[in-house]
């Protein structure tokens, strides 16, 4: 943004203010500098070395021998990845559309909206931790729903949906969606505030019907705030492991471990610090690919 | 959503004469708000109301009413489980990050709102591609860090690793809000005889409230929330935060429900206090600074 004045003594100012600018950032670029990049290059580095601190004798430059081990021969990794995909497409899926939903309703007028909004927002400010106190109530079989359920003669006693592989998938789902939902429906209202009435009030006397309004209007409004808050969904809910750890802690049997939880437990427990590195690198250049990819194909910023 | 016909002429009565005498198309009814809206307040509300059960009602007690009510769970969670250190811990990282990322924030937003520099465009093309870096991952170069700089232990560790990860996103909000602040007002300040800085403090900062509501409540919950890098970089139990104190007591082998539900409310409400406050000012803040860029 060029500011173009006439004024002499402003012109002055800006002239005058070329290092400003750079003082301003500084503080920024040098904790980013800092804390994330030169960590992320470290990372990067390690992911080429044998670096092990129980087994210092054998540290050295391994090439790429850490990457060979992750694509070759490491069954976990490929697991923990499928894992994360399917974790990571279910839950953004969901979460979009309910927060849609959410968002769509919560933007309409009514009595007691104010309040609606505030309540059916709030599981955001919740942490993982959190939530997995919560739900750990609800799912347990002597504490949880199930019990006051079956009380009731609704179901049978002793359901415990974390400890089935089959139902911990979407016990767990469950959980993620109460706090993640919020999100969306928060970045979704914001952008909806911005759509003009007259737009809406124009169509429904050309007699368009809701649903075409939506369709016609409202979605091509929404695209770009769709896509960017899916993809940083998609990035937060792959990198976040507050959740699962806590609550399934990647169990029972590595059946709910994603990428990023193998790889904390792999640096921490096994003090592989090298080949934890070289997951690590994996992970970052999955998710830098994925990211690019998708606001390619998905043409964000494009008009419509 | 109502026709307004009295301030649009051109839509004489008669136009939309065939409409009326039946329902207005596409009209959302009250029950089509209701229902929808009704269900998913109980899916939000009944995990609140269980923990609030479970952290009022007596031990050893089924009922799903928090009576008689009692407080004995949170005297165990915030002397005996040492909740009372947590939340000290919690609250003063939480303040930190919220001051560091504000500040740094602030003055990185009006460089980007206001000034063209070399390198303005690699500075935000670096910042997205921050949100890129797995946290989860950084644990252990960012330990390695704090190791050399003797921080391990301490809680400006988690200040800074906070404060690092906020920045980006509240940086590039408050950057967006900025720039929808008339550059004509700072001009006429300066001509007033003001210099930029005061001209900022004076024109610009009352403009931004929304905008640092937003952004330092972001920052406070994010850093209250955080588990992670809590659990990894302090290891002294009276360093720990409330997430970090909360997980042990869901890590015993026989789960103390009573002390997890008050544990819980205590982890809970400072974030849903705040959150009550700015949740107005959030959906503004967004639609203010975010996407438009």
Partial sequence: MAITTANPRIRRRLGRAARTPYLLIAPAVIAMLGFLVYPMASVIYYSLQTYNVTKPWDNGFAGLDNFRRLLFEDPLFWQSLGFSLKWVGVEVFLQLVFGLVLALIVNETFVGRGLARATVFSPWAVSGVLTTGIWILLYNPTTGVSRYLADLGLMQYGAAPLAGPDTVFWAAVLAELWRGVPFFAILLLADLQSISKELYEAASVDGASRVRRFVHITLPHLKDAIILSTLLRCVWEFNNVDLLYTLTGGGPAHATTTLPLYVAAKAVQSHDFGYGSALTTAAFLILTFFSIAYLRLSRFGAKS | MTLQTAERPHLAPSALAPRTGRKEKGKVGRWEIWVPLGLYLLFTLVPFYWMLVFAFRPRGSASLLPWPITFDNFATVWNDLSFAVFFKNSLMVGVASLVMTTVVALAGGYALARYEFRGRKLFMVGMLCTQFIPGAMMLIPLFEIFRVLGLVNSLWSLVIAETVFQLPLSLILISGFIRNVPVELEQAAWVDGCGRLRGFFAVVLPLLRPALVAVGSF?????????????????????????????????????????????????????????????????QGMSAGAVKG
Avoid: C
């Fill in chain 2, 219 to 283: 920052a406070f919950i994010h850093s209250w929330n955080n588990f992670l890098f809590a659990l990894m970089f302090v290891s002294e139990q009276e360093k720990f935060t409330v997430p970090v104190g909360l997980a042990y007591t869901l890590g015993e082998f026989s789960v103390d429900f009573g002390a997890l539900a008050a544990g819980g409310v205590v982890a809970a409400v400072p974030v849903v206090l705040v959150f009550a406050v700015i949740q107005r000012y959030l959906v």
